[in-house]
T-cell receptor, first 112, second 114 residues
Framework: DQQVKQNSPSLSVQEGRISILNCDYT??????FLWYKKYPAEGPTFLIS???IKDKNEDGRFTVFLNKSAKHLSLHIVPSQPGDSAVYFC???????????WGLGTSLAVNP | DTAVSQTPKYLVTQMGNDKSIKCEQN?????MYWYKQDSKKFLKIMFS???????INETVPNRFSPKSPDKAHLNLHINSLELGDSAVYFC?????????????FGPGTRLTVT
């Protein structure tokens, strides 16, 4: 039973345009969400996060939006760059539990 | 200067062997984790230690035994390796009590059991 779902396994975007990666969750107890980026043969690296008390968090070209009523979050990358090509994972946690629950990832390809 | 390091990066071994993977972090974090990423790319936590104390122990076969000699190290020992153990194993660390919950990952160890 996957509590964190990334329904698009892959996404292709033109350089300079916006990339939108989506994530849905089922557990209403999740109170913190994180996005990670992963290049081949490397470990995931933290990108941006959001607490459930907020609906938006921005860091440079990266913005995460949270819609609690829809149990949906999205990561926007503007403008997209070829170096952004990677697999993006959505992860969530509930309460004081340090365990992160991960989605399966979305592979983003940014074409020059 | 690598924050979370794992050795070895690649490990090829035969069924039935015993092997260990080592992990070290120099971030001063007090919590460390082992994850398994299977062939379907699903990243799943196996264990977590906080200050050398086991705090997360998911449903993992007894053949897997983590060992934390100090809070900067978390090693994973696997007995009687099976074909299904082939995967990429990631070590990670974090600091409990911070405002955020990010975990910092090592580069992974690709284990192939033949």
């Amino acid at each position: 039973d996957q509590q964190v779902k990334q329904n698009s396994p892959s996404l292709s975007v033109q350089e300079g345009r916006i990339s939108i990666l989506n994530c849905d969750y089922t557990n209403s107890m999740f109170d913190y969400f994180l996005w990670y980026k992963k290049y081949p043969a490397e470990g995931p690296t933290f990108l941006i996060s959001i607490s459930s008390i907020k609906d938006k968090n921005e860091d440079g070209r990266f913005t995460v939006f949270l819609n609690k009523s829809a149990k949906h979050l999205s990561l926007h990358i503007v403008p997209s760059q070829p170096g952004d090509s990677a697999v993006y994972f959505c992860a969530a946690k509930a309460g004081n539990n340090r365990k992160l629950i991960w989605g399966l990832g979305t592979s983003l390809a940014v074409n020059p | 200067d690598t924050a979370v390091s794992q050795t070895p990066k690649y490990l090829v071994t035969q069924m039935g062997n015993d092997k260990s993977i080592k992990c070290e972090q120099n971030l001063g974090h007090d919590t460390m984790y082992w994850y398994k990423q299977d062939s379907k790319k699903f990243l799943k936590i196996m264990f977590s230690y906080n200050n050398k104390e086991l705090i997360i122990n998911e449903t993992v076969p007894n053949r897997f035994s983590p060992k934390s000699p100090d809070k900067a190290h978390l090693n994973l020992h696997i007995n009687s390796l099976e074909l299904g153990d082939s995967a990429v194993y990631f070590c990670a660390s974090s600091q409990v009590g911070g405002a955020s919950y990010e975990q910092y990952f090592g580069p992974g160890t690709r284990l192939t059991v033949t």
